[in-house]
Nanobody, 120 residues
Framework: QVRLVESGGGLVQAGGSLRLSCAVFGNKFSINVMGWYRQAPGKQRELVAALTSGGTTNYADSVKGRFDISRNFAENTADLQMNDLKPEDTAVYYC??????????????WGQGTQVTVSS
């Protein structure tokens, strides 16, 4: 079993930066893929970034070049560095983990979510 706890959300002006962190508790060595999703009001949840245990990354087109996903094994976290934030990045961000496959869309564990609000 794995438990995910996000932190680092908040309010920032357009052009600013935020770093989200996802603390991983439990059997962290079973995780094959970690990712970050987001859901804006009235919209479907969408994948923002993913990182496999082998180091392969995948980003949504809308965040490429601005967001960076990384894993800190020493501190048992998966982080999302978000730069040059835009108002359209406003959403609740969710950490996700997969241990039953290598497909980030087959999420086995979700965090509780953290709000990111970008003002114009």
């Amino acid at each position: 079993q794995v438990r995910l706890v996000e932190s680092g959300g908040g309010l920032v002006q357009a052009g600013g930066s935020l770093r989200l962190s996802c603390a991983v508790f439990g059997n962290k060595f079973s995780i094959n893929v970690m990712g970050w999703y987001r859901q804006a009001p009235g919209k479907q949840r969408e994948l923002v970034a993913a990182l496999t245990s082998g180091g392969t990354t995948n980003y949504a087109d809308s965040v490429k070049g601005r967001f960076d996903i990384s894993r800190n094994f020493a501190e048992n976290t998966a982080d999302l560095q978000m730069n040059d934030l835009k108002p359209e990045d406003t959403a609740v961000y969710y950490c996700a983990a997969v241990d039953s496959s290598y497909n980030i869309y087959e999420v086995d564990y979700w965090g509780q979510g953290t709000q990111v609000t970008v003002s114009s």
